[in-house]
């Protein structure tokens, strides 16, 4: 082999080795761009929230441009993978489920309703995300005339922590108790009224026409 040609590989191979050691430093030690920047979004009870914290970080972007309607089609995935899951969330933990899904509901109602007002989304879908960072029930949320649960007609609608209890709920009771009967007229109004209130999104309201309607049937 040339000299002149065997002093250039070795003069490469000192450069590639320290190059390659830094590589496999690097790689070793430095983190990804990926687990960086991931967050995870977790309550003790409810388990990751991430999902659901992505789609009101994506409202709130869009809310900040003043295109409320557009903030409005955003929320209402939230609102639906919530539902999907409620049943999950509320066995996993009620009491947090219900802190969730009230401050859910306020959001919600921010951005539906009449006129939106531009401040009032903004707190809102900022308690919001704040809430889902954490979901601890807070005595505070509790009935204190009640010890939390609360009744209307002699039928609980509300959990322990003085939360509504999700108006799909009390519909379903309704519905599987006049499949046992042949409800009257009154009946049945009530039940549509529920249903309106609760495609409302207003719970407690539904809930109310709801019982009322339980406790005809169970007289």
Same mark, same amino acid.
């Given at each position: 082999?040339?000299?002149?040609?065997?002093?250039?590989?070795?003069?490469?191979?000192?450069?590639?080795?320290?190059?390659?050691?830094?590589?496999?430093?690097?790689?070793?030690?430095?983190?990804?761009?990926?687990?960086?920047? $991931?967050?995870?979004?977790?309550?003790?009870?409810?388990?990751?929230?991430?999902?659901?914290?992505?789609? *009101?970080?994506?409202?709130?972007?869009?809310?900040?441009?003043?295109?409320?309607?557009? $903030? &409005?089609?955003?929320?209402? =995935?939230?609102?639906?993978?919530? =539902?999907?899951?409620?049943?999950?969330?509320?066995?996993?933990?009620?009491?947090?489920?219900?802190?969730?899904?009230?401050?859910?509901?306020?959001?919600?109602?921010?951005?539906?309703?009449?006129?939106?007002?531009?401040?009032?989304?903004?707190? $809102? !879908?900022?308690?919001?995300?704040?809430?889902? =960072?954490?979901?601890?029930?807070?005595?505070?949320?509790?009935?204190?005339?009640?010890?939390? *649960?609360?009744?209307?007609?002699?039928? #609980?609608?509300?959990?322990?922590?003085?939360?509504? !209890?999700?108006?799909? *709920?009390?519909?379903?009771?309704?519905?599987?108790?006049?499949?046992?009967?042949?409800?009257?007229?009154?009946?049945?109004? !009530? &039940?549509?009224?529920?249903?309106?209130?609760?495609?409302?999104?207003? #719970?407690? &309201?539904? #809930?109310?026409?709801?019982?009322?309607?339980?406790?005809?049937?169970?007289?």
């Amino acid at each position: 082999m040339h000299p002149a040609f065997r002093n250039f590989l070795l003069s490469a191979s000192l450069i590639a080795v320290p190059v390659a050691g830094f590589t496999m430093v690097e790689t070793l030690w430095m983190p990804s761009p990926t687990a960086a920047s $991931a967050v995870v979004v977790a309550s003790p009870g409810l388990g990751d929230l991430s999902a659901y914290q992505a789609i *009101v970080r994506d409202t709130q972007t869009i809310a900040a441009t003043g295109d409320l309607a557009a $903030a &409005q089609l955003r929320i209402t =995935d939230l609102e639906t993978l919530w =539902d999907q899951n409620a049943t999950a969330l509320r066995q996993a933990d009620a009491a947090a489920w219900g802190v969730a899904d009230g401050a859910i509901d306020a959001a919600l109602s921010a951005l539906r309703a009449t006129a939106p007002d531009a401040a009032s989304v903004t707190a $809102a !879908l900022a308690a919001l995300s704040a809430t889902l =960072d954490n979901p601890v029930a807070s005595p505070a949320t509790a009935s204190p005339a009640t010890g939390g *649960v609360q009744q209307a007609f002699g039928i #609980d609608v509300t959990d322990a922590n003085g939360h509504p !209890l999700p108006c799909e *709920v009390m519909a379903t009771q309704v519905r599987d108790a006049f499949a046992t009967i042949t409800p009257t007229a009154e009946m049945l109004d !009530l &039940q549509s009224r529920a249903l309106e209130r609760c495609n409302a999104d207003n #719970d407690a &309201q539904s #809930d109310a026409f709801a019982a009322q309607a339980l406790s005809l049937i169970r007289g």
